[in-house]
């Protein structure tokens, strides 16, 4: 006796239509509110505005950052205190002469407005030729003395107030008249310009 037939679904009947409708008969499985939605024209735009801005900035011109680099030097160019050192008697003669200045009733007289009314006063060749080369006697030897030129002493400090045109002009000169140092360039126009006036009064 043959057991009876069982009529049973066949399987691949339930996977026809797999595929593209497949999540069209899920869609009303899902709530409204976490369904997914594809973003709006606008919301895209919103997405790719910031990329945007992230942009690398486009760099300065070469002339305005030369012209940034010149305001940032002339910043440095102001004002600024120089050291120099004068001999005792030349310090002394200076000193004398801002007194005189401020007992004549003028305005008080600064070290480098002083050492200005100097260098109006005494020619570039009479500044070069106290410091030319000293000669020397030959020897009567093989080896010959060196020429020496003249050097400036140490002494006590002072400081000229120059801007950064007077700073250049100062060493300019120190470099033309071959003074050896600004020191010894200043304290000779001291002495030339004042050393006269000291023997005057």
Not at 9 to 38: I, M, N, Q, V, Y
Not at 102 to 107: F, H, L, Q, V, W
Not at 192 to 197: S, T
């Amino acid at each position: 006796m043959s057991e009876p037939q069982i009529d049973r679904p066949s399987l691949a009947d339930a996977f026809k239509g797999a595929g593209s409708g497949r999540g069209t008969s899920l869609g009303g499985l899902l709530p409204k509110s976490t369904r997914p939605t594809e973003p709006a024209p606008a919301d895209t735009a919103a997405a790719v505005e910031p990329a945007a801005v992230r942009q690398k900035r486009t760099p300065k011109p070469a002339t305005e950052r030369t012209a940034a680099v010149r305001r940032a030097a002339a910043q440095h160019e102001g004002v600024q205190n120089v050291a120099v050192y004068l001999e005792p008697d030349i310090l002394a003669l200076v000193r004398a002469a801002k007194t005189r200045t401020k007992t004549a009733g003028e305005p008080d007289r600064t070290y480098d407005e002083l050492l200005v009314d100097a260098l109006d006063h005494i020619p570039a060749e009479q500044l070069r030729a106290m410091f030319a080369t000293v000669p020397t006697e030959r020897s009567g030897g093989p080896l010959q003395r060196r020429a020496r030129r003249v050097r400036g002493s140490g002494g006590i400090q002072i400081q000229l107030r120059l801007d950064g045109d007077q700073r250049r002009a100062l060493d300019e000169l120190t470099a033309d008249v071959g003074a050896p140092s600004r020191s010894a360039l200043v304290a000779t126009a001291y002495r030339l310009h004042l050393a006269p006036r000291a023997r005057e009064s």
